[in-house]
């Protein structure tokens, strides 16, 4: 089992950046690949960004890709996303999760799941 929670998320103005963390409480969390995931109200569930069981690979979708950064630190049993340039469309909330998987982008992989952070951007 496999506890989640983010924090970090807030209300930010265009152009500006926030960083998302998310402490896991799994005692093994060094092998779990990691993701970020959006969603609003109404929609989907988003793929934002994923990471490796090592943080060697990490992915990206095109939406975020050159504005946010994924890393993780296994000592601290922590992921972050580091999201920079925010545009109004980032406005969701923010949910990270866990995989048994090396890493994944589909979120049917995911099996735990925090409690989201919301973002919001205003113009």
């Known amino acids: 089992q496999v506890h989640l929670v983010e924090s970090g998320g807030g209300l930010v103005q265009v152009g500006g950046s926030l960083k998302l963390s998310c402490a896991a409480s799994?005692?093994?969390?060094?092998?779990?690949?990691m993701g970020w995931f959006r969603q609003n109200p109404g929609k989907e569930r988003e793929f934002v960004a994923a990471?490796?069981?090592?943080?060697?690979?990490?992915y990206y979708a095109d939406s975020v890709k050159g504005r946010s950064t994924i890393s993780r630190d296994n000592a601290k049993n922590t992921v972050y996303l580091q999201m920079n340039s925010l545009k109004p469309e980032d406005t969701a909330v923010y949910y990270c999760a866990a995989t048994r998987y090396y890493s994944s982008i589909s979120s049917s992989n995911y099996n735990y799941w925090g409690q989201g952070t919301q973002v919001t951007v205003s113009s």
């Open positions: 799994a005692r093994t969390f060094s092998t779990y690949g």
């Open positions: 990471i490796s069981w090592s943080g060697d690979s990490t």
